[in-house]
């Protein structure tokens, strides 16, 4: 028994590569693995990048905060830039300690 008998003769749509029976996924092709490796290497390169400025950012907006306000939130100036940091580490898992 082959295994056109048993499970019936493959459609081959053009352009579309047909998955296995047996649940195996596809092999990427080569213009997906080169995309993936690309957009791989951009976020290595850009994301200490990014990190930074949302730190600064971030640094940027609660210095403008009065005494007042950062004491309401549980901080004080000379914690800011320690927070931001934890902030960045708690929401974008990065470690990076560039300065601020």
């Known amino acids: 028994m082959?295994?056109?008998d048993l499970f019936g003769s493959p459609m081959i749509?053009?352009?579309v590569r047909p998955a296995?029976?047996?649940g195996a996924a596809p092999r990427p092709s080569f213009r997906e693995r080169l995309v993936r490796s690309v957009n791989e290497i951009m976020a290595q390169?850009?994301?200490p990048l990014m990190s930074r400025t949302?730190?600064?950012r971030t640094v940027l907006e609660l210095s403008q905060l009065d005494d007042h306000m950062l004491?309401?939130?549980g901080l004080n100036r000379a914690s800011i830039i320690s927070a931001a940091?934890?902030?960045e580490r708690k929401l974008h898992g990065r470690d990076h300690d560039y300065g601020v």
């Open 13 to 15: 749509l053009p352009g």
């Open 20 to 22: 296995s029976p047996f």
């Open 2 to 4: 082959s295994n056109s």
């Open 45 to 47: 390169f850009f994301g």
């Open 54 to 56: 949302r730190v600064r």
């Open 85 to 87: 940091h934890e902030v």
């Open 71 to 73: 004491r309401d939130i």
